[in-house]
């Protein structure tokens, strides 16, 4: 019932910038945390960037001061914009959100299907 789709990724230079963007549809009550998870070929899956209800942020170190994440709650959509971006950025880029439905009285992780990013000259 419930669906995260993402959109944005492409190729880009080192230094180029990129805006993804995510939209939660469905049966949805509630959305509390959301964020953005990245996988690169051979590592394990790492948060990016997270976003509460109220506004609040957290970063990888490795994104800090270059990526800003935000969300609409009326929209239900989380979004990142990478800026200044790198080769070491590359990877599949996957929106999560925690998220509460009519049918299921408590919240549940979901999961996108994901958007390649490629950073290369």
Same mark, same amino acid.
């Given at each position: ?8 990724g492409?190729l ?13 549809s469905?049966?949805i009550f509630s959305? %509390? ?5 990245r !996988? ?5 899956? $790492?948060?990016? /960037? ?7 942020t ?15 709650? %009326? ?5 990142? !914009?990478?800026?200044s971006?790198?080769? $070491?950025?590359? /990877?599949v880029y996957?929106c999560?959100a925690n998220?509460?439905t009519v049918a299921?009285g408590?919240?549940?992780n979901?999961?996108?299907q994901?958007?390649q990013?490629?950073?290369s000259?």
């Amino acid at each position: 019932q419930v669906q995260l789709v993402e959109s944005g990724g492409g190729l880009v230079q080192p230094g180029e910038s990129l805006r993804l963007s995510c939209a939660a549809s469905g049966s949805i009550f509630s959305i %509390a945390g959301m964020g953005w998870y990245r !996988q690169a070929p051979g590592k394990q899956r $790492e948060l990016v /960037a997270g976003i509460t209800i109220g506004g609040s942020t957290n970063y990888a170190d490795s994104v800090k001061g270059r990526f800003i994440i935000s969300r609409d709650n %009326a929209k239900k959509t989380v979004s990142l !914009q990478m800026n200044s971006l790198k080769p $070491e950025d590359t /990877a599949v880029y996957y929106c999560d959100a925690n998220i509460k439905t009519v049918a299921v009285g408590s919240h549940r992780n979901y999961w996108g299907q994901g958007t390649q990013v490629t950073v290369s000259s």
